[in-house]
């Protein structure tokens, strides 16, 4: 167990839909990210937040969107869901800002029919 | 520029072997070169990292050579073992984030290799 928690584990949905994601850090990291890994894509970076504010931004499209809360767990948001958005979306923590010390959690299995 | 190329996409070593994967990068501001190990089913694991300012670094099997005017970084499992059989991915980032200051904590990845150890 990494200490991040994900949920739900699998996701199936239709296209036009609405998912909400959601993470739980490691305790004691500030840092939340989002990650998409696709098998064409590999994994690319959708956003970070530190401490409740957004801090960095990847190549996120606009159906998407992601907050973290006071309590620091984070949701990403994904709307109008399209069969190419079928994915793993993994979400990671770490203490400090910076691209380093990364704990990945085990990741959501998003499928869109 | 923010490209990490990473090869070969898969390799097939012996169990006692070295398994050696390349990764290639364009930007010169990159500092921190982490390698991830991921399982199926599971999320990417930190197995080891380097900054630039080292040629080298050892952790048990795990051993990361880095050539900064080449702009080049490898990892090379001594002994593998079937249980190395994995995903491995190279990753850069940097602490000072792109022109822009929008990609502060952003870990680029390359493409992954599929690592299968024969017993």
């Known amino acids: 167990d990494s200490g991040v928690t994900q949920t739900p584990k699998h996701l199936i949905t239709a296209t036009g839909q609405r998912v909400t994601l959601r993470c739980s850090p490691r305790s004691g990291d500030l840092s939340v990210y989002w990650y998409q890994q696709s098998l064409d894509q590999g994994l690319q970076f959708l956003i970070q937040y530190y401490n409740g504010e957004e801090r960095a931004k990847g190549n996120i499209l606009e159906r998407f969107s992601a907050q973290q809360f006071p309590d620091l767990h984070s949701e990403l948001n994904l709307s109008s869901l399209e069969l190419g958005d079928s994915a793993l979306y993994f979400c990671?923590?770490?203490?400090?800002?910076?691209?380093?010390?990364?704990?990945f959690g085990s990741g959501t299995r998003l499928t869109v029919v | 520029q923010q490209q990490v190329k990473q090869s070969p996409q898969s390799l097939i070593v012996q169990k006692g072997g070295i398994s050696i994967i390349n990764c290639a990068y364009e930007?010169?501001?990159?500092?921190?070169f982490p390698w991830y190990q991921q399982f199926p089913g599971k999320g990417p694991a930190l197995l080891i990292a380097i900054r630039p300012d080292v040629s080298e670094k050892k952790e048990g099997r795990f051993t990361i050579s880095f050539n900064k005017s080449a702009k080049q970084f490898s990892l090379h499992i001594m002994d593998s073992q079937p249980g190395d059989s994995a995903t491995y991915f190279c990753?850069?980032?940097?602490?000072?984030?792109?022109?822009?200051?929008?990609?502060?904590?952003?870990?680029?990845f390359g493409q992954g290799t599929i690592l299968t150890v024969h017993p």
């Open positions: 990753a850069a980032s940097s602490d000072r984030g792109d022109a822009g200051g929008t990609s502060y904590g952003k870990l680029t």
């Open positions: 990671a923590s770490s203490s400090g800002q910076g691209g380093y010390g990364y704990t």
């Open positions: 930007n010169t501001a990159f500092d921190y």
